[in-house]
């Protein structure tokens, strides 16, 4: 696990020769890509990026995935640290237990990166088929200053391993089928919404940020046309699912797509 110890002296050093300044607002982060569906045996790659205008010297993250499923083996700063001119020190560890831990600060009063931009990145490697939640268990952002930069919010992703399709003739790969939540945020019931292109087997799983199936709500043979298919919060056993986003995966012969809900009692 990496020391919180030393990023506070690293904090304090800067304190040290910069003056006080207000904190800014409350900030929003996202992963690139989102959702994101690699063949067994490909490698892939995870940044974290800030959206908005915002100044900040320091980011920490601390990060869960199944490692059945995924392995990380690097990490580091992204292409906003990798702007500046001067020192900045980035730090990465991973236990294989499914946690890694991450973070960059730059040094010098006049050196701090200025968003938008890629602050992290995460790069993996695929170990066997299936689907890994990406789950933010810290997340901390700090300005200039060395003040922390409250409310900073970094949603969840999911990274499916699944066949290599690239080997199959010289034929592209098709589109994943566009799918709609109605509503999305939900209380108690929405629906999900899709276009059959051909007719054939249709199965629609939902998953909890753990990984866990929580109901499959079709599977069987439908025609080619419009689908909608409700669910109604309730688990496969029945039980009220509780507040929270939710993960779908929807596999039909060819094609394949994943997405989020969100459930709010």
């Not at 067994?40 to 920490?60: H, K, Q, S």
């Not at 066997?128 to 200039?144: K, Q």
């Amino acid at each position: 696990m990496i020391s919180r110890k030393w990023v506070l002296l690293v904090g304090l050093m800067i304190l040290g020769g910069l003056g006080q300044t207000s904190a800014p607002l409350a900030q929003e982060l996202e992963f690139s890509p989102q959702d994101q569906v690699l063949a067994l045996g490909d490698d892939g790659r995870l940044a974290v990026v800030l959206n908005e205008a915002v100044e900040l010297r320091t980011i920490e993250l601390e990060i869960q995935y199944d490692p059945t499923i995924i392995a990380g083996f690097a990490g580091g700063a992204g292409a906003a640290f990798d702007e500046l001119s001067c020192y900045v020190w980035e730090e990465f560890t991973d236990d294989g237990d499914g946690t890694w831990e991450g973070f960059a600060v730059s040094f010098g009063t006049d050196c701090f990166v200025v968003g938008p931009g890629e602050l992290f990145v995460w790069d993996f490697s695929t170990l066997a088929e299936g689907m890994s939640p990406i789950t933010v268990t810290a997340v901390r952002l700090f300005d200039p200053a060395g003040n922390v930069i409250p409310d900073v919010e970094l949603g969840s992703t999911t990274v499916i391993v699944g066949e290599d399709l690239s080997g199959v003739g010289n034929m592209p790969a098709p589109a994943r089928p566009e799918v709609r939540v109605v509503p999305n945020p939900f209380n108690p019931r929405t629906h999900i919404e899709f276009e059959m292109r051909e007719a054939g087997r249709v199965r629609l799983r939902l998953f909890d940020l753990k990984g866990r199936l929580v109901c499959c709500l079709i599977d069987g043979v439908y025609p080619v046309g419009p689908v909608s298919i409700p669910w109604d919060g309730l688990t496969d056993q029945g039980l009220a699912a509780p507040s929270g986003v939710y993960l779908f995966r929807l596999e039909t012969n060819r094609e394949r797509s994943t997405g989020r809900m969100t459930l709010a009692r």
